[in-house]
């Protein structure tokens, strides 16, 4: 991507920046409906041509195989998860080895705490934050509980900062009685970047069991697991990643605790040698894929085939740079147009603290969310004031995100949102 911050506002720039844009045709290998902006990647991606091929391949061989699709081509369907960690341990750079594809984000929580989670007497305290999306506070109380122990007493949480985590502050609650960090890559409200060295190397030292949550990170920044040397992580794949709608998440292991037993032990988290001798004791697989619970969930990991060779076609160095590229552009163009109208920009401007997602701010956020919905901007809003907007390297352009801010213009000029109820619909 070329180097181009000096903006400019006007309409044939962007123009200028798609007709140079080398990961823009990547773009036509999307589903994206006509008429329609696409900016919520960060909740949902949209569908793929490839990931449509690789989900109707599967269909297609259940159709002809039957029971037989677990054994057809040399076993690949059985041992899904392999081959999908193979396509995305580039992405977070670690061994494949280390990773399944499994569950759903909710349950590999509970499997890594579960595993995880040894308290003491001396040590039985895990650091949270406030600011998370919920899901990992409900399952990390409820291994609590599993525990005999009481999360009011348990759990210690760093409390953020005008929605911001201040790193020195987990360090600082890193005490002689914490087992365990647990927190988010990047907030899904503010897309802050936590700075994960920083946090693991401090926890490290001083004996912590440290893991991290990759929703809103994976596929949209560069990660380095080798170099973080964390202990554990997970992360669904239907945001950034393009898996689908409920698509099968994922989880990493360091190689380190293969010897471990999984917290939530299930049949295909057995060595594979012996998985079908059916035996009633449990003999634990020692990589990643010993974390599995239960038989592959094919179709929901069937498009994740396909949208992850796009991601290892365009290189996770080449789309976090367009991505850097893109929300700058959005960002000048609200300063540029917007402010007057009382928006802010509410995430940093720091490009080592910013995720893939945009947090344009207003009063009227809500009420605007929904006028833009109707316009065909598909985006969402967070409470309270919160717009997010996320421009995504492999099928936004950037006139796109100039058309974006023209609406918003029409949008306020003519106050449209006022018709709109403040009664909120329950997803967008």
């Keep these: 991507m070329m180097e181009v911050r000096e903006f400019q506002s006007n309409s044939e720039f962007p123009k200028f920046l798609d007709s140079n844009d080398p990961l823009g045709h990547f773009r ?30 599967a269909i297609e061989k259940w159709k002809e195989e039957g029971v037989k699709i677990w054994s057809t081509d040399n076993n690949k369907y059985f041992f899904y998860s392999r081959e999908l960690a193979q396509l995305m341990a580039p992405l977070i750079n670690c061994d494949p080895e280390e990773i399944a594809v499994t569950e759903c984000v909710t349950t590999n929580i509970h499997q890594v705490i579960g595993t995880f ?21 409900y399952a990390i109380d409820g291994q609590v509980r599993l525990k005999g122990l009481d999360p009011v007493e ?36 503010t897309a802050q970047i936590v700075n994960m060295k920083k946090v693991t ?23 380095d697991l080798k170099l973080l040397d964390a202990d554990f992580a997970v992360w669904c794949t ?79 160095q080449n789309i976090r740079k367009k991505s850097l590229h893109l929300t700058a552009y959005l960002m000048y163009l609200v300063d540029e147009k917007l402010t007057h109208y009382g928006f802010t ?26 006028v833009l919905l109707d316009r065909g901007v ?16 492999l099928y936004t352009s950037y006139f796109e995100v100039y058309r974006i801010v023209e609406i918003l213009e029409d949008i306020m000029k003519g106050a449209a949102y006022k018709e709109i109820s403040t009664k909120k619909t329950i997803v967008v």
């Design 28 to 57: 036509q290998r999307f589903c994206i409906q006509k008429s329609v902006i696409y900016m919520c990647g960060n909740s949902l991606g949209p569908a793929s041509k490839d990931a449509e091929e690789t989900l109707y391949r």
């Design 117 to 137: 989670f040894k308290p003491t007497k001396i040590r039985y305290k895990i650091i949270v934050d406030d600011i998370n999306f919920p899901t990992d506070r």
């Design 154 to 189: 348990v759990v210690k949480v760093v409390k953020a900062k005008s929605n911001y985590l201040d790193e020195d502050d987990v360090i600082n609650a890193m005490t002689e009685d914490v087992q365990m960090v647990f927190l988010p890559t990047v907030y899904y409200r």
């Design 201 to 223: 190397e401090a926890a490290k030292k001083r004996g912590i069991v440290v893991g991290w949550d990759f929703c809103h990170a994976i596929g949209a920044i560069e990660i």
């Design 238 to 316: 239907y945001k950034y990643l393009n898996g689908g709608p409920g698509s099968t998440a994922a989880l990493y292991i360091n190689k380190r605790h293969f010897k471990m037993l999984p917290g939530l032990p299930g049949w295909f988290g057995n060595k594979f040698e012996t998985q079908f001798l059916l035996r009633q004791t449990f003999e634990h697989q020692e990589d990643a894929n010993g974390w599995q619970i239960g038989t592959p969930t094919i179709f929901s990991s069937a498009p994740l085939e396909g949208s992850l060779r796009l991601f290892q076609e365009a290189g996770i």
């Design 345 to 370: 920009i509410g995430n940093s401007r720091n490009d080592t603290k910013r995720g893939g997602h945009v947090c344009l701010e207003h009063n009227e956020g809500y009420r605007i969310s929904k």
């Design 378 to 393: 598909i985006q969402d809003f967070r409470d309270p004031n919160v717009i997010r907007l996320t421009p995504t390297a």
